[in-house]
């Protein structure tokens, strides 16, 4: 039977976009704030399950058509790298440094390399949980 | 009376309202007879209350520490968007499993359309 889907659509629709920003505030907050790669990426999986549950996963994969597993390479890769990128400064693994830059859209910045560590924890638990999400409900 | 304490007075009665409008929302919850009148209780004066409640610690936040939380702003409109739509789904779950109406309700407009539906 052919539900009719419209309010839960449109709904979706605007807040999705709400829950993503959400989630890349979160990311960024997390160095100073509560928040961080984990929190960030479970809600950015969260919007993306919200879509799944509006839509169905056809066409959720249409419009994100990543494979989630090679998602999970690059972070972890990512996360590696920020820890192998310290040897090349004669450091001990994982030794992280920051700095304060001049951005020209930002301003004086604080940027750091764990970050990058940050952003590969993001990648992963983005695509660990849709991976999940999605092999149980493809299962026909 | 200084700004800051009339403030703080109608942050205390906003908070409160929103305590007692969650309390009289989880009262119809009990009280009321069948599931489409309480996702009504739940949904209506549930939201309302916890608007309350952010708005006062928005204003709280404000006015006291002069600190404006973006955050609370965002979720004053997204429980606002959000809960009636988990409200309706509730309610369109239930009647679609035939989930009974209250025995002494007196109108079911949806009735004749479910069955053009199941025929057509």
Known sequence: MKTNDTILQTVTKVLVFVILAFSIFIFFAGHNNPGGGFIGGL?????????MLAFDM???KKIIPFDYKKIIAVGLIFAVGTGVGSFFFDAPFLTHAHDYFDLWFLGKTHLATALLFDIGVYLV???V???IIQTIGEDE | MSAIEISKIVIGILILIGALLSVVSSIGLIRLPDLYNRTHAATKSATLGILAILLGAFLFFWIVDGYIS???LLGIAFVFVTAPVGGHLIGRAAYNTKVPLWE????????NKQKQRVEG
């Open chain 1, 43 to 51: 809600i950015t999986a969260a919007a993306i399950v919200l879509l």
């Open chain 1, 58 to 60: 056809k066409t959720v």
């Open chain 1, 125 to 127: 638990v983005v695509a």
């Open chain 1, 129 to 131: 949980t849709l991976t």
């Open chain 2, 70 to 72: 973006a955050r609370l």
């Open chain 2, 104 to 111: 002494k309700s007196v109108q079911d407009d949806l009735k």
